[in-house]
């Protein structure tokens, strides 16, 4: 079921490659703060992205109120999205502020 396992020594820290001596500390806090600070900036942008779009949902929702009227198929028949359409426009139209539709 198991191997054997082979061990052997590590090997001498000399053989180590160490890629970022060359840094200094301030150095590497510069990076980080940079960093720190566009993941700041990214987080910030993304909540008021989402602020935005909450605040056209509820827009929408407060020009568009679910109505149940059972007679709006025999009132608009198959033309019920062109109607539909068209009262969008309407309402997207800034000359039409506080007009009904």
């Known amino acids: 079921m198991f191997d054997a396992a082979t061990v052997t020594d590590a090997p001498d820290p000399t053989d180590i490659i160490w890629e ?6 301030r150095q590497i806090l510069i990076r980080s703060l940079i960093v ?7 987080l910030v942008g993304s909540f008021f992205i989402l602020l935005t779009i909450a ?13 149940d009227c059972p007679n709006v198929e025999e009132q608009y028949g198959s033309r019920i999205e062109e109607y539909a359409y ?5 309402v997207a139209n800034p000359e039409n502020a506080g007009l009904a539709s």
Do not use: E, K, M, S
Request: glycine share 6%; with cysteine.
């Open 20 to 25: 970022n001596r060359h840094w200094t500390d």
């Open 36 to 42: 720190f600070t566009v993941c700041i900036g990214l």
């Open 55 to 67: 605040q056209g949902q509820i827009r929408y929702a407060v020009t568009f109120p679910p109505v």
């Open 86 to 90: 068209a009262d969008a426009v309407f």
